[in-house]
């Protein structure tokens, strides 16, 4: 039973099919996180069903639960097939005669239904089943987008997501807000879309963009991090490892799951900088503690013009590490720099040096 003050309820459903792209459960579950942190907006209530676990019976308790409740704004997500049959589940089809009557009977005034659709080599016009469009005109307060899902690559940006859901909710991490709701700023159903348009344009040249059913615009979706950065991060600690390594520590509170990157850059006495990197953190939990080591080549003072010599000539290099924790719009949350004396490896160990 959801909360009183439930403003969101969203239900995540993600169907591997006989042709599956081996991204709908990591779509589902992904979106299902984005609306369970702390971008979420307060007192949302989400549900994720994948696999074997979305079966008729479970997406239609889940939907069911949806009917009762009253919270103003009703989201469900789905990653797999659909056809004129319906939604294909864990044990069949859900009917689409089924899905229509559901979405009448569901008590929220505004109602988004968002399709990352497996489809194969069918014509751009045919993506979206006729009973959908059925549903958007049917229902009052109703809009729908939906979209061909093509899966991300291995090494590229959101590998193992589908692009459309990708883009979808990196929009939700980086847009500027706009629609103020309880008091902060939020991205709202268009803004999201537009944003994801424009990634899938930019990224992987899309020609077909998601369709859209329905008045867009007034629907708050997630916290915007543009005005105000969302929780805190710190740099904890760091304890240098053996050649050019650390392990540093840091806590993260109120950015469950928000994306947190970890800079880390090598300077020396000049500030100059020698070798940096990053890691993306997700943390899963509202207070979030953890440690990470990071490395760099060994290279990178032994090939210095300066550093390298001094090295050579058996003496210590001073050099800094300073790490930052940045949130997706690239704001600092905070900012730490470590002094480490750096001396060369014995010469009978530097063949093995990375």
């Given at each position: ?20 792209l ?6 589902a ?6 609306f369970?942190?702390?971008l ?45 049959k ?40 045919e ?29 590229a940006?959101?590998?193992?997501r ?63 991090q ?72 060994a ?56």
């Open positions: 039973m959801a909360p009183p003050s439930a403003s969101h309820r969203v239900v995540c459903l993600g169907v591997p099919g006989k042709s599956q081996g991204c709908e459960e990591i779509n579950r992904d979106v299902f996180r984005l369970s942190g702390a979420a907006p307060p007192g949302t209530v989400a549900t994720c069903l994948v696999g074997n676990r979305a079966t008729k019976k479970a997406v239609k308790d889940a939907l069911d639960a949806a009917c009762r409740e009253k919270s103003p704004f009703f989201v469900v997500y789905f990653s797999g097939r659909a056809s004129e319906g939604l294909h589940v864990a044990d069949g089809w859900l009917g689409a005669d089924i899905l229509a009557r559901h979405f009448e009977r569901i008590a929220a005034p505004s109602v988004l239904f968002v399709l990352d659709l497996v489809v194969g080599a069918v014509p751009d016009d993506v979206v089943p006729q009973w959908v469009e059925a549903v958007a005109r049917a229902r009052k307060g109703m809009r729908i987008a939906a979209a061909r899902a093509t899966r991300i690559g291995a090494g940006e959101g590998e193992g589908a692009r459309f859901t990708g883009a979808l909710l990196e929009a939700l991490q980086t847009a500027d807000g706009d629609l103020e709701f309880q008091g902060a700023k939020y991205i709202s159903d268009m803004r999201a879309l537009d944003q994801s348009a424009g990634i899938l344009q930019k990224r992987w040249h899309a020609t077909f963009m998601p369709a859209r059913m329905g008045a867009f615009g007034d629907f708050p979706l997630a916290r915007c543009a005005d105000a950065g969302i929780g805190k991060g710190t740099v904890v600690g760091v304890a240098s490892g053996a050649r050019l390594s650390a392990t540093v520590r840091y806590s993260l509170e109120g950015r469950a799951h928000v994306p947190t990157v970890l800079h880390y850059a090598l300077e020396d006495t000049t500030h100059e900088v020698l070798g940096e990197g990053e890691v993306m953190l997700v943390p899963d939990r509202e207070v979030f503690v953890g440690r990470t080591r990071v490395r760099l080549p290279r990178v003072l032994a090939d210095h013009l300066v550093w390298g010599p001094t090295l050579e000539l058996g003496e210590r290099v001073h050099v800094r590490w300073r790490f930052s924790l940045r949130d997706a719009r690239g704001r600092t949350l905070d900012r730490k720099v470590f002094g480490h004396e750096y001396a060369a490896p014995p010469k009978s160990s530097r063949r093995s040096r990375a």
